[in-house]
DNA sequence: CATTTCTCTTGATCCATATCAACTGCATTT
DNA sequence: AAATGCAGTTGATATGGATCAAGAGAAATG
């Protein structure tokens, strides 16, 4: 359970966490188990966890004025998720993060985080390099959204993140790339006949 | 100059920085100034610089395979630009940043930024807090990007960065938003028509 | 295991935005 | 001040992707 977490943050920062700086990580996350369908966040209310996906998926999604969802993130094993706006600043969320398998992930909160941060130099350095890449890949996504076509986006989302086709369904991708499911599936149908 | 820097960094972090710890701050900067037309970085060099706008305006942009522009980002008055993928990594960049006016910038480089993180816990605040205002202002341009029509575009950037509408000319708001010139021309009619 | 409910596909039509083209200032250069 | 060029506007036309509709599987549910 906690193993995959040390893992992770092993890997990302390049290092091994000394078991005593562990001990604070443990002590700051608690295993959350949701069945598909069941909601981490709904919107409206103020997000109270930051989440370790452990197995599962999930998704971020608003929902529009005329009730249509738009998926703005997807998680799988080894992501975090997490309205990090709504948690930081405690204000209610636009978002609704429900799990599309089930799922188990390790959760904290904005205090827990805040101490825990100051209390293991491992996690700090893991957050300042998820962030990065975060960073880093939502210039690249907004950059996709004013530049591709509907064929280039499927592409980059193949290229970028391939464990996403196997994992969700086509409509719930086509949302993520802002197209319409028809769309996504001649789209699809044009790709793979080359 | 600096006291530009200073101020901002005291309003982020709703404090005020001891002097001792502003000393570090000036010396990991450096004043660079940039005519019209001048690069801050060119596309397939590597980045080199974080820098604070004192006064200006720049954009950040690629180029696609038909030689058409993509403006990614700006930045005025009190804002940071930079490829931090780039300038992290030490990679090519994809970008381009110029100044659209005259400008003043505070610059620093890799190198000391991770100096400075250590030397000054207000800067450190700082680079969070920025980064966390990142993030939420990222993933809100993303769903605008796969939700918003033409005309919800402009109205949300009005909104959001009216000072741009003032700053920038309509060509440079219409390739920041993923429109043409026309739409856009069109758009912003409609939008002053009521 | 039958029934209901989704998901995906395919076709026909429609519409928002792109593209192409011409014209009008403004601003910059000579 | 004439010449050149660029930013913005407006109109006509084209087109990528949305919408509407219907059917076929696949999967959830009683």
Redesign the pocket.
Known sequence: MFDKLRKYIDRVTSAVIPDEEFVFIEKAFEVKRLRKRQFLLHQDTVCRYMAFVVTGALRQYSIDEDGFEHIVNFAIEDWWISDRGSLLSQTPSRYNIDAVEDSVLLVTTLDKLNVLREQSLSFLKMAHILDQNHSIAAQKRIEAGITM???EKYRYLMAANPEFIQRF???MLASYL??????M??V??QVLAR
Not at 178 to 183: D, N, Q, V
């Open positions: 076509t509907a064929e369904p086509q409509n802002g197209l319409t499911p028809e769309t599936s001649r699809r149908k």
